[in-house]
Each structure stands twice: as structure tokens, then as C-alpha cells.
T-cell receptor, first 110, second 112 residues
Framework: QQQVKQSPQSLIVQKGGISIINCAYE??????FPWYQQFPGKGPALLIA?????SEKKEGRFTISFNKSAKQFSLHIMDSQPGDSATYFC?????????FGKGTHLIIQP | DVKVTQSSRYLVKRTGEKVFLECVQD?????MFWYRQDPGLGLRLIYF???????EKGDIPEGYSVSREKKERFSLILESASTNQTSMYLC???????????FGSGTRLTVV
């Protein structure tokens, strides 16, 4: 049973555009929602995270939007750049574990 | 800068060999994890450890074992490597089980 569903599996965006990756969850006990960014040949690294008492968190060009009633959250990358090309994983935490989505392979075309 | 170090970036092993993947962290974290990453399947948890000499099965433990003799080191063992274990293996550590994971750069294992 997949507890965090992530879409799309792959995404191509033109340079300067907005990249949007969506995730949905079912377990209402999740209390922390991080996004990880993974470049080729590297391990995932924490990019940005949000707690469910906040509807939006912004760090530079990266924004998480969180909809608690819909049990959905999304990552928005504004002014997408070729250097943003990577695999992105959403995740959701409870105190005894972290559950990952299956990842989105993002390509930003110059 | 905190680090999780995996001893090998690339490994090629033969079917039936016993394979050891090593992971060391310098953050004094209690928890360590082994994942495998495959296209379209995301990150799948193999084993984790919340203390020295303690281990717990993850979602796909079959064909693997682990060892944690020291806090900073967590080893993944493939008792008899098979071609379906060809994958990227990622080690991670965290202070608490659910939060603040730091990943290593991964070991790409090919079993021929």
C-alpha cells in the first residue's frame, strides 16, 4: 500500500516556467512533509519541508503548498532553471518513520 | 558539514558472491537506514537500525542482512548476490526515526 502518491512521474518544463509536482497522502497522523532533491550520481538532499499547521512555505524559488483538508501538498518551482533538473521526492513523516513518494524526474529545457 | 559516507560509488560483482556495502556517518545519529532505488519504484527501505546491534526489517528485506557493531557504521550484506539485486543502494542516517534524514551519495551495484 503506497501511503504517499506522487505525480507526475516525469515532467519537462521550459526554462523560466513553473514546475509543479503533486503529492497526496492518506494517513492523517503524518506531521511533517519534506521534499528531497536528487541530482544524478548523488543521494537525495532535503530541499524544503512543511508542517501541517501551515498552508504555504516559501524558500527562494521553491514553494510548498499544503491542503490539509484534501490531504494534498505540492512543490512549485518558480522561474525554473536547467540547474533544477533533478529527481524530486515528496515524503511524509510520523515519529517512527518516513514514507517517500516514488519520485518525479524533472527536466528543464533551456 | 555533516556526512554520510558510502565506501564505494560503483561495484561489479558476480552472481553468488557475498557482497558488503559499508556506510559511515559522523553525526552521532541513532538511526541508520538502507534503501534501494530503482527507476519507477522510488526509494524502498531494506533495513534500518535504531541503535547499535539493533535492526529492523523494512519493506524488502529478502536476500539482505545488516550489521551494526558501532554507532557510526551500518553495513548491508548480500549473502548471495543475484542479478535482480542490481540497483542503486542508498544509506541514510537521522537523529530521530521520522525526521531529518541525511543520505550518502549511493553505491551503484551491478551483479553479472
Amino acid at each position: 500500500q503506497q501511503q504517499v502518491k506522487q505525480s507526475p512521474q516525469s515532467l519537462i518544463v521550459q526554462k523560466g516556467g513553473i514546475s509543479i509536482i503533486n503529492c497526496a497522502y492518506e494517513n492523517t497522523a503524518f506531521d511533517y512533509f519534506p521534499w528531497y532533491q536528487q541530482f544524478p550520481g548523488k543521494g537525495p538532499a532535503l530541499l524544503i519541508a512543511i508542517r501541517p499547521d501551515v498552508s504555504e512555505k516559501k524558500e527562494g524559488r521553491f514553494t510548498i503548498s499544503f491542503n490539509k483538508s484534501a490531504k494534498q501538498f505540492s512543490l512549485h518551482i518558480m522561474d525554473s532553471q536547467p540547474g533544477d533538473s533533478a529527481t524530486y521526492f515528496c515524503a511524509a513523516s510520523v515519529p517512527d518513520g518516513l514514507t517517500f513518494g516514488k519520485g518525479t524526474h524533472l527536466i528543464i529545457q533551456p | 558539514d555533516v556526512k554520510v559516507t558510502q565506501s564505494s560509488r560503483y561495484l561489479v560483482k558476480r552472481t553468488g558472491e557475498k557482497v558488503f556495502l559499508e556506510c559511515v556517518q559522523d553525526m552521532d545519529h541513532e538511526n541508520m537506514f538502507w534503501y534501494r532505488q530503482d527507476p519507477g519504484l522510488g526509494l524502498r527501505l531494506i533495513y534500518f537500525s535504531y541503535d547499535v546491534k539493533m535492526k529492523e526489517k523494512g519493506d524488502i528485506p529478502e536476500g539482505y542482512s545488516v550489521s551494526r557493531e558501532k554507532k557510526e557504521r551500518f553495513s548491508l550484506i548480500l549473502e548471495s548476490a543475484s542479478t535482480n539485486q542490481t540497483s542503486m543502494y542508498l544509506c541514510a542516517s537521522s537523529l530521530t526515526q521520522g525526521y531529518g534524514y541525511t543520505f550518502g551519495s549511493g553505491t551503484r551495484l551491478t551483479v553479472v
